[in-house]
């Protein structure tokens, strides 16, 4: 009587290269599927012979048994694949040796010729690369002139609006003096001789008013002082002018002069001629007449 056939035992190799565990289908199946094993470690059966290359160990998926037909079909596949790969590589090589056999047999390109044709390309490089070298000079040296040219001319115009505007600036000054001169003039005429003056002081920002005999007697004046609301304070000041030309003709406000008061923003004063009875007010215009 014939006795049952064992069922196979399969072997799986540890990384190291040893038999790890074995077991039967069904158990490495139940390991595949709890992904204990994966589809790339090798087996080796023991019992049956392999179903594929008699080997002594390979890939899990090459075990319909265990991995299922699908992977079985998709490693012959990918075997298949791999031939065809290594044909299509041997069809090229053998058409680059086809190639070369080919240029091998073509009559060869006369050497002389190759020389004179390869002269002749760097002669024409070379001369357009001088004819380029020439013409960026020549575009250098233009546009450095042309750059000159341009500041010497933006110099220029910068010198002359400054000339201008220096000119400018003189002529309204002056014409600011002269309006002030023709405005004290007229003020002489219509009141009392004397010219006033106005300028800011050098102690403070307060204004000083400068007061000078224009006439060819001495002047006897009441200097009387406004506040900005225009009504007269209770500041006076006495104050005695000799004739123009003689020592004494020039008197100013501020501390130590005549009029010992420094004129705040809004302030004004009046002038009364003491022997004639006549008086004129007078509001602080800063003037830059000396």
Do not use: C
């Not at 010219?195 to 400068?210: A, G, P």
């Amino acid at each position: 009587m014939t006795q049952p056939m064992e069922p196979p035992v399969y072997l799986i190799k540890s990384r190291s290269g040893e038999t790890l565990i074995h077991g039967t289908a069904e158990q490495v199946a139940a390991w595949y599927k709890d992904q204990r094993i994966t589809s790339k470690d090798e087996l080796s059966r023991k019992g049956w012979v392999l179903y594929e290359n008699d080997q002594a160990w390979a890939l899990l998926e090459a075990f319909p048994e265990i991995s299922g037909p699908s992977a079985h079909v998709r490693l012959r596949l990918l075997r298949q694949r791999n031939l065809l790969i290594l044909a299509g590589a041997g069809l090229l090589a053998a058409l680059g040796l086809l190639l070369i056999s080919l240029a091998q047999l073509l009559p060869a390109y006369d050497a002389s010729q190759q020389i004179a044709d390869s002269a002749e390309i760097a002669r024409q490089a070379e001369l357009k690369e001088k004819q380029a070298v020439e013409a960026m000079t020549t575009a250098e040296a233009t546009t450095k002139s042309a750059r000159e040219e341009e500041e010497l001319q933006r110099k220029n115009a910068q010198a002359a609006a400054q000339k201008l505007a220096d000119q400018v600036s003189k002529n309204t000054q002056l014409a600011g003096v002269v309006k002030g001169l023709e405005a004290q003039l007229d003020s002489i005429q219509k009141t009392m001789p004397i010219v006033v003056r106005w300028r800011e002081s050098l102690i403070n920002k307060d204004q000083v008013v400068v007061v000078s005999n224009a006439s060819t007697v001495p002047l006897k004046l009441l200097v009387s002082i406004y506040d900005q609301n225009g009504v007269q304070t209770k500041k006076q000041y006495a104050l005695i002018l000799a004739p123009v030309g003689l020592n004494g003709s020039v008197k100013e406000s501020g501390l130590g002069e005549s009029i010992a008061h420094y004129f705040k923003k809004g302030e004004t004063l009046e002038f009364t001629d003491v022997d004639k009875g006549k008086n004129d007010r007078f509001n602080p215009v800063k003037s830059s007449a000396p």
